[in-house]
């Protein structure tokens, strides 16, 4: 499977790197956190780490740890309008459940 980033998303993410001269990508994965176990984090990435899983859309590269990738792999990047501003969307198919307010997720996985 892979990462992908819609337009909206990508065209965010170029922003993000033409500002950041350092960078070389977007650094996503999942961190056990939130009530319901995971959360999903997207960084810019400075580094190419030892068992990272590389993934490319649109000329941009996506790191993804070996420890996120079963959590996250799949996962389209979107970014919508919310409120006042914009904030990034995570539509993982491995989330079976998420929490109330909509910060962390479960999996299959967490559940068996």
Request: charged share 20%; proline share 4%.
């Amino acid at each position: 499977m892979s990462i992908t980033l819609t337009p909206a998303a990508l065209a965010r993410v170029q922003r993000f790197l033409a500002e950041s001269p350092d960078a070389i990508g977007l650094r996503f994965g999942a961190k056990k956190t939130g009530c319901s176990g995971w959360q999903h984090f997207a960084d810019l990435a400075t580094d190419e780490r030892a068992g990272d899983s590389v993934y490319e859309d649109g000329g941009v590269k996506i790191y993804v740890d070996m420890l996120s990738l079963p959590q996250v792999d799949g996962t389209q990047i979107d970014v919508v309008k919310h409120r006042l501003g914009d904030q990034f969307m995570f539509r993982n198919p491995n989330a079976n459940a998420e929490c109330g307010c909509g910060e962390s997720f479960t999996t299959s996985a967490d559940l068996a």
